[in-house]
């Protein structure tokens, strides 16, 4: 499989690429500072950031799968279980994880009212509709 961004793979190990790690390094901190991923993935796209073996560009989800990968801490994930990898960090663990409250409050804050409104008689979701006209149901 394709390595990390930021990683080559050289005889079956992970090893740092240096130009791109500091691109990688920049995401991170860009996304912590702004905690917007419209403009961390613009400038990734600017850098040249992929993480296909065929080279495309990184997406919206290849973002969200980069800033959570624990791979940028010298970690790996196996079987549900956070290791120490045979490889180079490339970021703190102190930024990854600031870089992983960034992201879990904003899905937070997607979501707040998502469970809270209910309808009386029948106890299912609030989910507001709209009449052929236009105008929206009473509820």
Known sequence: SAPPAGYKKIEKKLVVDKKMALVVKELFE??????CF????????KNGVSVQKNGKLITSNGLYYL???????GKILWRGKLLPGSH?????EDLFLEAQNCIKKKAIKKRLYRKT???????????????????????
């Open 30 to 35: 860009k996304f912590v500072e702004t905690r």
């Open 88 to 92: 180079e960090a490339i970021i703190s």
């Open 117 to 139: 409104t209910r309808l009386k008689k029948s106890n299912s979701k609030n989910n507001p509709r709209k009449k052929y006209n236009g105008s929206n149901y009473k509820y």
């Open 38 to 45: 419209g403009e961390v993935l613009d400038f990734a796209r």
């Open 67 to 73: 800033m959570r990968n624990p791979v940028y801490i």
